[in-house]
């Protein structure tokens, strides 16, 4: 088979043939050459010496590759990448780069140059249609494309620059808009610095199967930027929602396998911990997560498309420049110290939720329906009538609710249908719920509660059918719940501060394991060690 050297020079571009020319199998195709444009041959590098396109508008008769019909003379380096692109054959390798130029060409519109539209057809029908064939394939590639993915930015001064990216069997086409106000020179340098973050999201969406990688859009400039958008609708049947801004960020996600949904409030970075502190949380999310995918029978698809966006949207801080406006504002009344952070989760308040498609595989029984449905969130709350009385209680909870069909034979897998010999499985409902609450208070400024409450509860009913008869139904509930405080600990340590150098030390070691303990814990078995276990001791 012969290999395609990537095209390094722009392609010549190729006028859309008239009606009249496309009724004759050897009509030509008026072309414009550029000057000194160099090409490239197949499996060659390239020379200035070869010609891409015979004078006809057709490839030259060395080449297997299809005519390109441009809509717009290629001038620029989007559509250098786009023609580089043209004889890939997956989805990722066509948008290679185009991410990263798009925001490129966004950071040139102005008054005189507010839009910038390019598309490449290389289908037959493109090849052999008539102008108006192709006006149409190229409007139902720029608007209907099969994958698409288009990002809006709202800057500080209220201008919005839109950029879409699609493509179909037919080509690929991209649009950079500014749609409303004018971009300042701080704004284009501000998108500028979004060019890997687009590129990134793109090449993941376009991955096969699509993956999330939405970190790099979480961190931007809020103080030039005020708002960004990305929607993706991909073949496969997954649509994508991003939204970030400095208030909140937020994904969601739908596929033939389910649905998925994480929100995260960034205005309340007042309670946000350290990057390892979020991390060790993170971590420990997504471990309750993968067991209750597994004890749920969930999509390993769907579930690692959560755990992505969770990961993704609770992994970066507010950016620096949220954290430095909100110094300039006036101090809030009530806030969490650095102390109370380490108590605390380190995360800041999300929702987040994910839910499998439902199916009823026995015809038998209709009312035994397979799903998956967990909900987990995150809730701080501050009070108070001063910040030496202040009291803060961060709550966080899940649910698990999954019903699910296993063969009573592992090898053999299970195939319902209305005889009684296919009748042999074992349904499991599965209904579980977990809780954690850390309450912190004080008096005219001293520590006087640090209480960790913890609660879990498990239940599974299996009802096991042999030849369509019930012969069993089983319900196996697990319960946990333990109270945790640690008031006189940490005073004991607050006191020893002064006799002790090593008082301080101790204190912030304690505290930082209520925070880890305070973490959501699903397994009624590892709250109940939590009451049992000796989380820090002082000796005076």
Known sequence: MTTLAPLLSVPTYVTPVSSSSASSSSAAAVTTTPAASSTTSLGQAASPSLSLYAASG????????????????????????????ASAGDLGSRWKGLGRAMMDQATLLGPDHASYSQSLLVSDQARQGSSGVQAILRDQLHHFGSNAVSLSVTTASGAQVELSLSANSDGVAVDVKL???KLTDDERAALGQLGDAFEAAVQGL???????SLSGLTQFDSSKLAAIDLKASLSGGTSVQFHADASQRSVALSSTAGSMKVQVDAGKDAITGSADQ??????????????????????????????????????????????????????????????????????????????????????????????????VAQHTRLSGA????????????STLKASYHESLQPDLPLKLDTTRQSQNYTYHQINDQASSQVEIG???????????????????????????????????????????????QLQD?????AADGDGASRQRQLMAQIGTMGLLQGDPTAVRGHGTQIVGSWQG
């Not at 490839?59 to 692109?85: F, H, K, V, Y």
């Not at 376009?206 to 999330?212: C, E, N, R, S």
């Not at 340590?493 to 501060?497: F, L, P, S, V, Y």
């Open 58 to 85: 057709l490839l030259d008769g060395t080449s297997s590759l299809p005519r390109a019909i441009w809509e717009a003379p290629q001038t620029d380096a989007t559509s250098t990448r786009m023609a580089a692109n």
């Open 179 to 181: 749609t409303a106000g």
């Open 278 to 375: 979020r991390q060790r949380a993170i971590a420990s999310y997504l471990q309750q997560f993968d067991s209750a995918a597994s004890r749920g029978h969930a999509d390993g698809g769907l579930t690692s498309l959560f755990k992505d966006a969770f990961s993704q949207l609770n992994g970066s801080a507010t950016p620096a420049d949220v954290a430095s406006a909100a110094s300039a504002s006036p101090a809030p009344l009530l806030s969490a110290s650095s102390d109370d952070r380490s108590m605390l989760s380190g995360l800041a308040d999300f929702t987040a939720s994910i839910t499998g498609a439902t199916s009823a595989p026995n015809p038998l029984h209709h009312d035994e329906v397979d799903g998956f449905d967990y909900q």
């Open 206 to 212: 376009a991955g096969q199967p699509p993956t999330l």
């Open 442 to 488: 004080y008096h005219l400024g001293y520590l006087v509660q640090a209480r960790v409450r913890q609660s879990a509860s498990q239940d599974a009913k299996v009802s096991k059918y042999v030849m369509g008869d019930l012969v069993s139904t089983s319900d196996t509930p697990l319960q946990a719940q333990i109270v945790r405080d640690f008031s006189a």
């Open 386 to 397: 001063s910040q030496a009385n202040r009291a803060i209680s961060q709550q966080s909870s």
């Open 493 to 497: 340590g607050r006191d020893a501060r």
